[in-house]
T-cell receptor, first 109, second 115 residues
Framework: KNQVEQSPQSLIILEGKNCTLQ??????????LRWYKQDTGRGPVSLTI?????NTKSNGRYTATLDADTKQSSLHITASQLSDSASYIC????????FGAGTRLAVHP | DAGITQSPRHKVTETGTPVTLRCHQT?????MYWYRQDPGHGLRLIHY???????DKGEVSDGYSVSRSKTEDFLLTLESATSSQTSVYFC??????????????FGPGTRLTVL
């Protein structure tokens, strides 16, 4: 069964600290993997997209990595800001999109 | 929100009543989708459209119907709302259905409560 699992479910960090969110998937065939950011009360917004051949992609302070062999991805946030408080959703494309349940990140001052 | 509007943004209704949610886009994208989002679950696809009058079911389509008479509008109808359909509904659009151009852009969502 195609699945995307994210960890942790929720995370609290202090402003200025770094954090890493994890995504494991059992999806085949694999086309690409995206990370979305969803602010409270808003729709998800795409942060990064990686194809099978890419193993890292950056978007400002967000860096996503992909290990297609182990079927794992991570999203690293550097020097967190209060505006990073949101849910982060891992999405794997395999003919159709498979969504993870998301990690809820809270950045405290 | 990438030229996507949803209406209404909030709705409270009673069990057994029909409800229609509207999604309107100004991007002229071919594909449109309806998802529901519930706590502890990822976004789940209800129905999608790959062109005017061309629609197909997603993984949680029971109790829902859709229509697309114009490129820019995609309607989601709950024929007889049930409490289990209380959720946040998101519309999304994309240029392509698969591949690198299948990035989906989401609307702001509609919060539906069925009492």
């Amino acid at each position: 069964k195609n699945q995307v699992e994210q960890s942790p479910q929720s995370l609290i960090i202090l402003e200025g600290k770094n954090c890493t969110l994890q995504c494991n998937y059992t999806v085949s065939p694999f086309s690409n993997l995206r990370w979305y950011k969803q602010d409270t009360g808003r729709g998800p917004v795409s942060l990064t997209i990686m194809t099978f051949s890419e193993n890292t992609k950056s978007n400002g302070r967000y860096t996503a990595t992909l290990d297609a062999d182990t079927k794992q991805s991570s999203l690293h946030i550097t020097a967190s800001q209060l505006s990073d408080s949101a849910s982060y959703i891992c999405v794997v494309s395999a003919g159709k999109l498979i969504f993870g349940a998301g990690t809820r990140l809270a950045v405290h001052p | 929100d990438a030229g996507i509007t949803q209406s209404p943004r909030h709705k409270v209704t009673e069990t057994g009543t029909p409800v229609t949610l509207r999604c309107h886009q100004t991007e002229n994208h071919r594909y449109m989708y309806w998802y529901r989002q519930d706590p502890g679950h990822g976004l789940r696809l209800i129905h999608y459209s790959y062109g005017v009058k061309d629609t197909d079911k997603g993984e949680v389509s029971d109790g829902y119907s859709v229509s697309r008479s114009k490129t820019e509008d995609f309607l989601l109808t709950l024929e007889s709302a049930t409490s289990s359909q209380t959720s946040v509904y998101f519309c999304a659009i994309s240029e392509a259905g698969t591949g690198d151009a299948d990035t989906q852009y989401f609307g702001p969502g509609t919060r539906l409560t069925v009492l």
